[in-house]
């Protein structure tokens, strides 16, 4: 759970700022991402929350995208905080 505290942290310091900011919607749902798959570890047949996960993906996809349209030097620092995608390095 180090990485929601992580989070949490980040969030404070985006509290200061505009909540409906790009950022802050999508530190919110990597969040909320986060919670609901430990979750679902835990209880597989859940499909009520296996559909507000896939949802949850949906939105936070859809912003990430606009964010990258808009600005791409925000996309990349937002993307290498919160750990959400795989380096092509790797």
């Known amino acids: ?3 929601n505290s992580f989070i949490s ?3 404070q310091e985006k509290k200061e700022e505009n909540k ?3 950022e802050f919607q999508i530190i919110s749902f990597t969040n909320k991402i986060r919670r609901l798959t430990s ?3 835990l209880h597989k ?3 009520l929350s296996q559909r ?3 949802q949850i993906l949906g939105k936070r996809q859809r912003l990430l995208s606009y964010l990258a349209k808009k600005n791409k030097i925000r996309y990349k620092e ?3 905080e919160l750990d959400i995608r795989e ?3 790797r």
């Open 1 to 3: 759970m180090v990485k």
């Open 9 to 11: 942290v980040i969030l």
């Open 20 to 22: 409906g900011s790009v």
């Open 39 to 41: 979750h679902l570890e």
């Open 45 to 47: 047949k859940d499909y």
């Open 52 to 54: 507000g996960l896939r």
């Open 78 to 80: 937002l993307i290498s």
């Open 87 to 89: 380096s092509k390095n």
